[in-house]
């Protein structure tokens, strides 16, 4: 839901029966105000606040996250019906924030878990954003037998296998192979048991469905000593505070003009529109010499980039228009 807010977006994956992986309160009743039903949603934050959690147990919302001790003294006090899915890291970068040690942490955690009388049914990993790498899911699969096992030693039944996020968005190619090593994986850690599989792409669903289109509101051509251009500074009418709140790289950005292999190409800088100095898109991007008015495509921006966005500055965000080819 974080990856792209956007509520026909949402309403349509809504409306195929998609599930929601929600981190508060106010995307818990989003999914309520699309008619989620409670048991097509996991409350995957291992961080709640109480009013969340309390929320979560007026909305029935009862499968929930948790990598660490004070969590679970919380759930037990303010939501001890729920299900629970042990996140753990995994060896890939972008994982200090969430998800516990396997190793050091892990089966205390399950153990403490079962003391206080709470019911722990699977596990739960995240690869990090826009996986590469296969294998990393493979490892990762692995380790989710381990505390499969590791459960079944405490008397808990933990059938649930969450394969988290980091599938693909604009990198398709990656995808299949990434499927294959998940199925090899599966074949191989769980042969026989009777497991229950889901998964929580964001990037996956939404990265390709967005095409922002930008304005040039503003140019500065620096030049040598000798007049020739050295490179052009355009302006945007978005920016770091807008749609491009998650930097990427933007080698894929298209222009309108035509016989562009004809054209000379000048080293460009492209700023946001905010007074802020690091509202900077990118740079060491090549262009034509374009003008003021004249517009730029950006594909692929559908991933955390507008749900991030906020209207700093007074600059409001980009206007939506929607096309779909089918109706669900
Ligand atoms: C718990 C969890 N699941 C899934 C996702 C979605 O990840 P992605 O957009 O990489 O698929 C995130 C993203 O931060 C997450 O924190």
């Known amino acids: 839901m974080k990856c792209n807010a956007d509520p026909l977006v949402l309403k349509t994956l809504a409306a195929l029966g998609v599930g929601f992986n929600c981190a508060s309160m106010r995307e818990l ?11 097509n949603i996991i409350f995957a934050h291992t961080c709640k606040p109480l009013s969340h959690l309390s929320f979560a147990a007026q909305q029935n919302v009862l499968l929930s996250t ?3 001790e004070a969590e679970l003294y919380k759930i037990k006090e303010h939501l001890p ?9 995994c060896d890939t970068a972008l994982n200090a924030k969430f998800g516990c040690d396997v190793a050091t942490e892990a089966k205390a955690l399950l153990s403490l878990a079962a003391k206080l009388q709470l019911r722990v049914v699977g596990t739960s990993f995240h690869v990090g954003a826009a996986c ?20 079944k030693s405490l008397g808990f039944a933990m059938p649930l296998v969450n394969l ?65 251009i050295q490179c052009i500074l355009y302006y945007l009418n978005d920016g770091n505070s807008g749609s491009f709140s998650m930097s990427r790289d933007y080698s894929n950005i298209q222009h309108f003009r035509a016989n562009a292999d004809k054209l000379d190409m000048f080293q460009s800088i492209l700023w946001g529109p905010t007074c802020m100095s690091a509202d900077k898109i990118a740079d060491n991007i090549y262009l034509p010499n374009l003008n003021i008015g ?20 007074g600059m409001p965000l980009p206007k939506m228009l929607y096309y779909a080819r089918q109706t669900v």
């Open 294 to 313: 004249e517009l730029l495509v950006f594909p692929e921006m559908g991933a955390y980039g507008l749900s991030r966005a906020t209207e700093f500055n």
């Open 29 to 39: 009743q989003t999914a309520a105000e699309l008619g989620v039903d409670a048991d």
């Open 164 to 228: 988290g996020g980091g599938f693909p968005g604009r990198k398709a190619h990656y995808f299949a192979p990434i499927a294959t090593a998940i199925n090899a994986a599966l074949a191989k850690y769980f042969a026989n048991e009777p497991i229950e599989i889901i998964a929580e792409p964001g990037r996956f669903f939404v990265e390709t469905a967005d095409t922002l289109i930008c304005k040039i509101m503003g140019k500065r051509v620096v030049r040598h000593a000798s007049g020739e």
């Open 81 to 89: 019906q729920s299900n629970l899915v042990l996140r753990f890291r």
């Open 66 to 68: 948790f990598d660490n």
């Open 132 to 151: 590469e790498e296969p294998a990393a899911y493979e490892r990762a699969i692995a380790t989710a037998k381990l505390l499969y096992d590791e459960g």
